[in-house]
């Protein structure tokens, strides 16, 4: 046996030991506003670091192409059984390694490439797999896209159904990135039955909601019901697939292994059935109205303070600011941001005239706070810090007013050491 074989990390690889310890302590010291980010329990954590990282399974529970399956058997049934209980579905494919794989085997199992399809604009808040030109789902496909309507920046359904009637998608995606307002699936699900399309909801940011109660289900109005599983869900890093009729079964499962994917990161899988379990006990269901009352009270807070809010406000965990009337750009607001320990991203906002590594907005959400023990109170005063810091960018420029950003880092720190995180790790 190797002599570092059974070394702690520590030990092993000191440089990647920093590393991890620093992103923990950047974690606890820095309030995370990025939308699609969370704060994983402890013991989703040990799962995803379990002794499953070293286990071939290829195949499905009880059809495997390799022995010793036993024990992974039992974490991919579990995580089967309690993903179809959490979102009330038939069936569930917990394989996915990430979002764009998930996305992926829809598209393998039920397009034919140069196949028409329709998804929600990028810079009206859709995501890359839902047919970015410089996507797979963009390259090989046929996207048509719906965006949101100039002046309300809300998806207008008589839109969304008028372009479903010229193009005739077989595939309608609904679900997004950077939407703040509820999805009307009833009305999706009658434009989709009127062209003959299929259905599909990548509902990855709102699925901690969607669990919790929060938000509207796509079940039972969409088909196929796509998830991302570290967002507002609160697990690791990973995707998966659900949906009610069987006969998408063999299409789906084979598109996910072996149509793309080998080895299932059985580790992975663990560690959502975890998360699953978290997700259906009571507490969660508090955690996610808990989720958006914050985002409410954030959104209110930027308001009052000056900066405008895409759509008026927000339903859901997210908000996007718009930070034109300022004169200061998304890339500056995120830079200026972090240096006062306020984590957030740039984000286009609709109809944006700037590229999008520049944008004249942030994207904003409210998950992570939430974890570790932020209400309304908490979120109001993180509205004010991002205004203080914003208004120090308006009129010093990108360098920002470093007095203004050395006092937030002041009343961050504070919050932070008030909410701690991973305490005792
Ligand atoms: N990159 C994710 C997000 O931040 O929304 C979506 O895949």
């Given at each position: 046996m190797d002599a570092f074989w059974n070394d702690d990390l520590a030990t092993a690889d000191p440089e990647i030991a920093a590393a991890i310890a620093s992103e923990l302590g950047r974690q606890r010291d820095k309030i995370e506003l990025i939308a699609s980010e969370n704060i994983a329990s402890r013991a989703v954590l040990e799962a995803t670091g379990s002794v499953f990282t070293n286990k071939y399974a290829e195949g499905y529970p009880g059809k495997r192409y390799y022995g010793g399956c036993d024990y992974a058997d039992v974490v991919e049934s579990l995580a089967i059984e309690r993903a179809k209980s959490l979102f009330g579905c038939n069936f569930a494919n917990v394989q996915p390694n990430s979002g764009s794989q998930m996305n992926q085997a829809v598209f393998l199992a039920l397009l034919e490439p140069g196949d028409t399809f329709m998804g929600l604009d990028l810079n009206s808040g859709g995501h890359l797999t839902h047919g970015s030109p410089v996507n797979m789902s963009g390259k090989w496909f046929n996207p048509v896209s719906y965006g949101v309507e100039q002046g309300s920046e809300r998806i207008d359904m008589e839109e969304v159904a008028?372009?479903?009637?010229?193009?005739?998608?077989?595939?309608?995606?609904?679900?997004?990135?950077?939407?703040?307002?509820?999805?009307?699936?009833?009305?999706?699900?009658?434009?989709?039955?009127?062209?003959?399309?299929?259905?599909?909801?990548?509902?990855?940011?709102?699925?901690?909601?969607?669990?919790?109660?929060?938000?509207?289900?796509?079940?039972?109005?969409?088909?196929?019901?796509?998830?991302?599983?570290?967002?507002?869900?609160?697990?690791?890093?990973?995707?998966?697939?659900?949906?009610?009729?069987?006969?998408?079964?063999?299409?789906?499962?084979?598109?996910?292994?072996?149509?793309?994917?080998?080895?299932?990161?059985?580790?992975?899988?663990?560690?959502?059935?975890?998360?699953?379990?978290?997700?259906?006990?009571?507490?969660?269901?508090?955690?996610?109205?808990?989720?958006?009352?914050?985002?409410?009270?954030?959104?209110?807070?930027?308001?009052?303070?000056?900066?405008?809010i895409v759509s008026g406000g927000t339903d859901n965990h997210s908000m996007l600011v718009d930070l034109t009337a300022k004169d200061v750009t998304g890339k500056d607001a995120e830079k200026g941001l972090d240096r006062a320990w306020l984590t957030c991203n740039k984000n286009g906002i609709p109809f944006d005239t700037r590229s999008p590594f520049v944008t004249s907005g942030i994207r904003l959400g409210t998950p992570a706070g939430t974890t570790r023990g932020f209400g309304p109170a908490e979120f109001r005063t993180v509205g004010k810090l991002i205004a203080e810091v914003v208004e120090g960018l308006s009129q010093n420029g990108p360098e920002g007013d470093a007095r203004i950003e050395e006092s937030v880092r002041a009343r961050v720190s504070e919050l932070c050491r008030a909410f701690p995180v991973y305490p005792g790790m």
């Open positions: 008028r372009i479903a009637r010229e193009h005739r998608p077989k595939l309608i995606i609904c679900g997004g990135t950077a939407y703040s307002r509820l999805w009307d699936f009833a009305a999706f699900r009658a434009i989709a039955d009127e062209v003959g399309a299929i259905l599909l909801c990548d509902m990855s940011h709102i699925s901690g909601l969607v669990a919790g109660g929060a938000h509207p289900s796509p079940f039972p109005h969409c088909d196929i019901v796509t998830s991302t599983t570290h967002k507002s869900l609160r697990g690791p890093r990973s995707g998966i697939i659900l949906w009610n009729d069987e006969k998408f079964t063999k299409p789906l499962n084979m598109a996910v292994f072996p149509g793309l994917q080998g080895g299932p990161l059985v580790h992975v899988i663990a560690a959502k059935a975890v998360a699953f379990r978290e997700a259906l006990q009571p507490e969660f269901g508090a955690y996610a109205h808990r989720i958006v009352e914050n985002a409410r009270a954030l959104a209110a807070s930027l308001e009052e303070n000056g900066l405008r």
